[in-house]
């Protein structure tokens, strides 16, 4: 069994998933399971929507149900025709009363909770996986659709929402795991969940890939496919760099890092559940489905050189300086440092550190006035915004003498914040000015990936 995960514009418009189901028939004999976006954009649309209920912008909010409505029934008439047609535009349009009922809630109420958010949201996901069944079981495809809310259980962080892996294990071999075996395609929705006692909920943003990846671990798939836009994981960013390279096989470890660091391939915790069974996941193109992909394995079979494999960023980034020479030597002068940061549940992504300061990056400001009033308690604090995280990632860079003089020459230039190795062994990374990223990663790129074609078994 496989698990097949198709992103948005996998599923955009009636073209898109035509071509998505080509791509499924030929992995029939493997017993695909397959996960699905919203339609791209469609999400986005919703969020908008109940936003607009929230201000009490009632006709602007109905007009996006209905604008919802029209793309979807304008995918289906591109699909089918006479009583099938007929049957999807009503479902559509019951739908659409649905959202119409639930703005019409909140501008009564005046207030948006995130678990109204929640169902919002879920909307997109129900609407293109129910109209791909319908058109599998067109095409003579022996399909089941199935509503994720009842096997992915998660508790009550509504937006955020953690997945509970026990019942859900139980659930999806309840529900799916029979289907498969009896030869069904089995069709779900990524992103969305529900509390154990049926309230809906989602699992974050970009969270479709991380369902694909919970699924595919807990019923021991042999492969977990992600199908995008793109050709795999590329050296950097192609709207920056035009000549990035393609990664043809890399670390769980390294994609790990470049999701957290600003590759936008794949969601930061996508790979965790894969990571734990030894699941391969493959980043493939379903706008070119010839192309080979990214592999991501546990260890690839590489020698113990230094391989830069990519080079990530991340903008929007705040830099805090904090120095207390009333601490000096002093112990748990740190835990008091992070006790604030972890009050105010913000994440800091890259630290460094003497006996008396700490240098540390954070992108969540909102609770920023708190932390630095907390921070000068015990400390003297200086706070810089509009920097960026440029990420060096690849394997062995910590045994590798004279990277940094080769990372650092090409930008020699440049006024360096912070630097910072990682934990691991493949991680290097910098702060500078938002307003150099470009520059610096294209420079960066040219040297350190000059000789990738040394290499045909990683870039293509």
């Known amino acids: ?61 109905l007009n996006s149900v209905a604008a919802i409505e029209s793309r ?23 739908i659409a009363e649905e959202l119409a009922a639930l703005v019409n809630g909140v501008v009564v109420l005046g207030e948006l909770t995130n678990r109204s958010l929640d169902t919002f949201a879920a909307y997109g996901e129900r609407m293109s996986s129910f109209i791909i069944h319908h058109y599998f079981e067109s095409q003579r495809l022996k399909s089941f659709w199935v509503d994720a809310r009842s096997f992915m259980i998660t508790d009550e962080q509504y937006t955020k929402a953690i997945p509970q892996f026990e019942i859900t294990e139980r659930k999806l071999r309840e529900i799916v795991q029979p289907k498969v075996n009896n030869g069904y395609v089995v069709i779900s929705q990524g992103f969305i969940g ?23 671990a807990l019923l021991d798939a042999e492969d977990i496919q992600i199908w995008t836009d793109v050709d795999g994981i590329l050296s950097s960013d192609p709207s920056v760099v035009k000549d990035a390279k393609k990664i043809k096989v890399m670390s769980f470890n390294e994609a790990a890092e470049l999701a957290y660091f600003g590759a936008r391939v794949l969601h930061p915790e996508t790979i965790l559940p894969a990571v734990k069974k030894n699941i391969p996941v493959r980043v493939l193109n379903s706008k070119n489905p010839g192309s080979s992909g990214t592999l991501i394995v546990s260890k690839p079979k590489t020698d113990k050189r230094c391989i830069v494999k990519s080079i990530a960023y991340k903008e929007g980034i705040t830099l805090i300086s904090i120095v207390s020479t009333r601490m000096f030597l002093a112990t748990g002068f740190l835990e008091n440092v992070f006790d604030v940061f972890h ?27 708190h932390i630095i009033r907390e921070l000068k308690h015990f400390a003297t604090v200086t706070v810089s915004d509009k920097k960026a995280i440029v990420c060096i990632v690849g394997d062995h860079l910590r045994n590798s003498p004279g990277l940094a003089v080769k990372m650092l020459g ?21 702060v500078i000015d938002e307003e150099h990223v470009d520059d610096v990663v294209i420079r960066l790129h040219k040297e350190l990936f000059a000789n990738a074609g040394n290499f045909p078994e990683i870039f293509e």
């Open 343 to 369: 009050k105010y549940e913000t994440v800091v992504h890259t630290v460094a550190s003497s006996e008396v300061s700490v240098t540390a990056t954070i992108d969540n400001t909102k609770n920023l006035v």
């Open 1 to 61: 069994m496989i698990v097949m995960k198709f992103g948005g514009t996998s599923v955009e418009d009636a073209k898109a998933i035509r071509n998505l189901t080509e791509i499924v028939k030929k992995e029939l004999p493997r017993k695909p399971v397959v996960i699905v976006s919203a339609c791209s954009g469609i999400t986005n649309q919703l969020l908008q929507t109940a936003a607009l209920a929230s201000h009490g912008k009632k006709e602007e909010a």
């Open 410 to 430: 090409p930008i020699s230039d440049v006024n360096i914040n912070m630097i910072s190795q990682g934990a691991s062994e493949i991680n290097l990374s910098f």
């Open 194 to 216: 529900s509390t154990p006692a049926g309230i809906t909920t989602t699992i974050g943003r970009g969270g479709s890939d991380y369902s694909a990846a919970i699924i595919g």
């Open 72 to 94: 979807h029934k304008k995918i289906v008439n591109n699909l089918f025709e006479g009583d099938l047609q007929r049957f999807l535009n009503k479902h559509l349009a019951v």
